[in-house]
């Protein structure tokens, strides 16, 4: 049984469009420097896991459209470069700090903002709609996965 994500990205560096433009519709998913997130990758994600990919810091945040995980986890190049904003000085090649998977773009949405997922009672425990949440990677119960897919049908 697939495990199912929230993965927000900033649609000025990696936007569903530019997703679904990529070769194969797949992005790297770099940039990931939390070790709460870093984690669920690292132990949670498999291959063909549902993304829910998540337009965040924009005017109007939501939900964008739908991806999967299409690798295995894998080190994270950003944090070797020191021109990248995330780059790491103490990270090492040979045991690399910061991974990440590849996702592949599915399908684009009408947004899903975050005032219409409030309003769902069925919601309220999407971890996205936590005060104080900040995390770029959360885990999506499927039951809430369920009543996404039929809010965008």
């Known amino acids: 049984m697939p495990n199912y994500w929230l993965m927000k990205s900033e649609p000025d560096e990696v936007s569903i469009d530019d997703a679904l433009a990529a070769p194969g519709a797949t992005v790297a998913w770099t940039g990931v420097r939390n070790y709460q997130a870093r984690n669920f990758m690292r132990d949670g994600m498999k291959v063909g896991d549902g993304v829910l990919f998540y337009h965040s810091s924009c005017p109007e945040p939501g939900i964008a459209g739908i991806a999967r995980v299409a690798s295995g986890i894998k080190p994270d ?6 021109k990248s904003p995330y780059y790491d000085a103490g990270s090492k090649k040979d045991d690399p700090r910061w991974l990440l998977v590849d996702v592949q773009a599915v399908r684009k949405t009408r947004l899903l903002a975050l005032p219409e997922l409030r309003a769902k009672p069925e919601l309220a ?3 996205v709609l936590r005060k104080g949440n900040r995390l770029s990677i959360t885990p999506v119960e499927p039951a809430h996965w369920k009543i996404i897919e039929k809010m965008l049908a």
Not at 77 to 82: S, V
């Open 125 to 127: 425990e999407l971890i």
């Open 77 to 82: 190049p950003t944090q070797f470069d020191a």
